[in-house]
């Protein structure tokens, strides 16, 4: 089946740092999601990308879905404390919405 | 407040128990969604439901049993779990079944099978 798989796992970082990640899949998506999970609560939707090339901001959050198909970034500019928590990934080709697959995720702590 | 509520929070059970999950939605969607989060694992689509009616159901043992009476609850019944069954157990709601109609999700229910 397909997989996405989520670069680095987890991350330390020092506040006011920027924040990269990506996620790699091994077929072409149609739709690449970005959600994020804080301790003791679900995933919630961050960034939601549609267009190969497309390039979407949500404040410090900057996600890109990958020119070939087959892979996404997302940015964070100027950590802050409340960015710790569980980024996931997730994407499909086609069908409903059922058919989402999600990433393992990138753990970010932050540092004062 | 995610709009998507699920009780209890945590929960233990033995391996002879009968327990429920619940999941309530105030969001109006009409589908809804069970999902097993393990650690470093992707989340596991579980069931979905859409409009009341059972539209995927993802190889899970028969131990699970998922139920909706109507398009605002989804309950998932368990009964002689194993512990690899312990998880967090999401449950999530969507406008409809559509690719641009994101998924919303509970806080979920930590189950630990002892």
């Known amino acids: 089946g397909q997989q996405l798989n989520q670069s680095p796992q987890s991350m330390f970082i020092q506040e006011g740092e920027d924040v990269s990640m990506n996620c790699t899949s091994s077929s072409i998506f149609n739709t690449w999601l970005w959600y994020k999970q804080d301790p003791g609560e679900g995933p919630v939707l961050l960034i939601a990308l549609y267009k190969a090339g497309e390039l979407t901001s949500n404040g410090r959050l900057t996600a890109q879905f990958g020119i070939t198909r087959k892979d996404s970034f997302l940015n964070i500019s100027a950590s802050i404390p409340s960015d710790v928590g569980i980024y996931f990934c997730a994407g499909f080709l086609t069908g409903t919405a059922s058919k989402l697959t999600f990433g393992t995720g990138t753990r970010l702590q932050v540092t004062l | 407040e995610t709009g998507v509520t699920q009780t209890p929070r945590h929960l233990v059970m033995g391996m002879t128990n009968k327990k429920s999950l619940k999941c309530e939605q105030h969001?109006?969607?009409?589908?809804m969604y069970w999902y097993k989060q393990s650690a470093k694992k992707p989340l596991e689509l579980m069931f979905v439901y859409s409009l009341e009616e059972r539209v995927e159901n993802n190889s899970v043992p028969s131990r699970f049993s998922p139920e909706c009476p109507n398009s605002s609850h989804l309950f998932l019944h368990l009964h002689t779990l194993q512990p690899e069954d312990s998880a967090l157990y999401l449950c999530?709601?969507?406008?409809?079944?559509?690719?641009?109609?994101?998924?919303?999700f509970g806080n979920g229910t930590r189950l630990t099978v002892t």
């Open positions: 999530a709601s969507s406008q409809d079944m559509g690719v641009r109609s994101p998924l919303h």
């Open positions: 969001l109006g969607h009409n589908a």
